[in-house]
Nanobody
Framework: QLRLKESGGGLVQAGGSLRLSCAAS????????VGWFRQAPGREREFVAG????????LYTDAVKGRFTVSREWAKNTVHLQMNSLNSEDAAVYSC???????????????WGQGTQVTVST
């Protein structure tokens, strides 16, 4: 059974950067897509970014293109989300997900982490 653990959230000033990490345990990410969703109070859950573990394919929502980058750390079975130029719209709970298909549809993801809070001060 795959388990996901996020880390790296916290408080950052507008314009700053954070790097989120999603570590797998129980099994590897092999054969899976790994991504990030976020949800802020009063807003719908939103797909942020994702990648296929075994290929270079990546997917980003328009709001983060050019600012966020997803990467894979093979040796640690970990996926990172580098977030730059953060603004108030990026403040949310970020959850790591994994599933068979790289998509923005949350229903396609089988595994979900507990989430990590990102707060942006202005």
């Amino acid at each position: 059974q795959l388990r996901l653990k996020e880390s790296g959230g916290g408080l950052v000033q507008a314009g700053g950067s954070l790097r989120l990490s999603c570590a797998a345990s129980g099994r590897t990410f092999s054969g899976l897509a790994v991504g990030w969703f976020r949800q802020a109070p009063g807003r719908e859950r939103e797909f942020v970014a994702g990648t296929r573990w075994s290929s270079s394919r990546e997917l980003y929502t328009d709001a983060v293109k050019g600012r966020f980058t997803v990467s894979r750390e093979w040796a640690k079975n970990t996926v990172h989300l580098q977030m730059n130029s953060l603004n108030s719209e990026d403040a949310a709970v970020y959850s790591c997900v994994a599933g068979p298909t790289l998509t923005s549809d949350p229903n396609e993801y089988t595994y979900w982490g507990q989430g990590t809070q990102v707060t942006v001060s202005t």
